[in-house]
């Protein structure tokens, strides 16, 4: 049964923002020492809130920690939070001594002028016009990314995935999400089709879209791949894939014909029956095939000549 850990974020011990992964000092109340908490997240900062759902292990090398398997942060609601929020560089243009002479003027409010009204910070010894607009740039920056961060999580995807989304498709992340969802599929490493699939659902995506058509393509024959069959007749693709998602067998054809226009499929005639690979296995199978007649045409060949009845002898 998953636990929930409340706190603030003393320290970030390590956040790696390629892929998420963050080590946590966290206060918590009731408990004496800052306790580890490890997880994934896009952006994290010392001052700032913390909610995380996991549970406790023991680390053999670090010791007990606490295990996120989501976390949310938030901005600190305290002077002294917040001053250690801003001091952390959360915020670029924005060290310690700039960080503390704004919390001293606007106290709790601070986090609001910056939203409301950063030009009053030009009162302040130290910021000028240039720095002030970096400072605006930043927030906005923030404010995006937790954005993308909450819509995600109310859609039911996990942190680290999460992170993966926001570091390929950036500030149109949600945009891209909604536009097509099934393209996660094909751009995110760690999402399939069933996910995908689910998150289509939530969103309201009809059933019958020609994406999710297109998309269950795809994964019909990567299915057929882990069964060993680099291609497979195109009747079958559309038998396979009709079955999986139980929509109308002429919108899957319909979806076929598009897979191969935008080359994410190829079709190729065997036989007289066309057959169906996906892009990649079928530039891995040509070229297998180039290189092996390449070998057996090489003059003088490549291999060393073997004689059979002595290498029988020896055998």
Request: aromatic share 6%.
């Amino acid at each position: 049964m998953p636990e929930t850990l409340t706190g603030l974020i003393e320290r970030v011990t390590y956040h790696n923002p390629e892929n998420g992964f963050a080590v946590l000092k966290v206060m918590v109340k009731g408990r004496q020492e800052l306790v580890t908490v490890v997880g994934s997240t896009t952006s994290v900062s010392a001052g700032e809130h913390l909610e995380a759902t996991g549970k406790w292990v023991v680390d053999r090398e670090h010791g007990q920690q606490f295990k996120a398997d989501e976390l949310k942060t938030t901005h600190p609601a305290s002077a002294e939070g917040i001053e250690k929020y801003l001091a952390s560089g959360a915020i670029r243009s924005i060290g310690p001594k700039i960080a503390a002479k704004i919390v001293a003027i606007y106290k709790e409010r601070t986090l609001e002028i910056f939203e409301t009204a950063p030009d009053f910070l030009l009162h302040i010894k130290g910021i000028g016009k240039e720095r002030v607009k970096r400072i605006r740039q930043s927030w906005q920056e923030q404010k995006e990314v937790r954005k993308i961060m909450l819509f995600l999580a109310e859609h039911g995807i996990s942190s680290g995935r999460a992170v993966r989304i926001y570091r390929t498709y950036g500030q149109e992340s949600i945009a891209k999400i909604k536009e097509n969802p099934y393209q996660l599929a094909d751009d995110i490493r760690g999402i399939g089709f069933k996910t995908a699939d689910e998150l289509a659902a939530k969103l309201g995506i009809d059933r019958n879209s020609p994406y999710r058509a297109r998309a269950a393509v795809r994964y019909t024959l990567q299915e057929l791949a882990s069964q060993g069959h680099v291609g497979f007749p195109e009747p079958g693709v559309v038998e396979h894939t009709t079955k999986l998602v139980e929509i109308d067998q002429l919108i899957v054809e319909e979806a076929v014909k598009a897979a191969v226009q935008e080359k994410a499929v190829v079709r190729e005639s065997i036989d007289g029956e066309p057959w169906l690979y996906l892009t990649a296995l079928h530039r891995a199978e040509v070229g297998l095939a180039q290189s092996v007649q390449r070998i057996g045409s090489a003059s003088p060949h490549p291999m060393p000549v073997i004689d059979v009845e002595k290498a029988i002898a020896w055998v």
